[in-house]
């Protein structure tokens, strides 16, 4: 679609990776206490930064995709659209891994926050600045 703005695409996924890397900070202690994968002293891998990056890029331009085709240019609908897709991916997703998988549901609870925050972010970006 050309009527997406690629800058906000980018400033949306830089911006998505940084409150994430914020947000899993913020409870890291909580983290490495529900998960022995977050218990491993060190940062993150090379590696796993650039795949994060990919993902949150990849996240940003649907979002914008979708801004673009629904028409949506104002904080209301951005807000909106956030919240949608948190309900019906992230929270979708992680509510089966608390069912199906016994992962501890204020692991997924941490999870789904993190969601929510960078989806709202992310759609604001790609919404208004068109």
């Known amino acids: 679609m050309t ?30 206490e529900l998960d022995d994968a977050y218990a491993e002293p060190g940062g993150m891998p090379a590696w796993k930064v650039v795949v994060e990056l990919v993902r949150s890029l990849v996240v940003a331009t649907v979002l914008a995709w979708l801004a673009v085709g629904i028409d949506i240019t104002d904080w209301a609908g951005a807000v909106g659209l956030g919240l949608a897709a948190w309900i019906g991916f ?40 068109r």
Do not use: C, M
Request: net charge neutral.
């Open 3 to 32: 009527d997406i703005n690629y800058l906000a695409v980018a400033v949306a996924a830089v911006a998505a990776f940084i409150l994430s890397a914020l947000w899993y900070a913020a409870f890291g202690r909580q983290l490495a």
């Open 90 to 129: 992230p929270v979708v997703l992680l509510t089966g891994s608390v069912i199906h998988e016994n992962v501890p549901s204020k692991l997924a609870a941490i999870h789904a926050g993190d969601w929510l925050v960078k989806l709202i972010v992310v759609a604001v970006i790609v919404s208004l600045w």
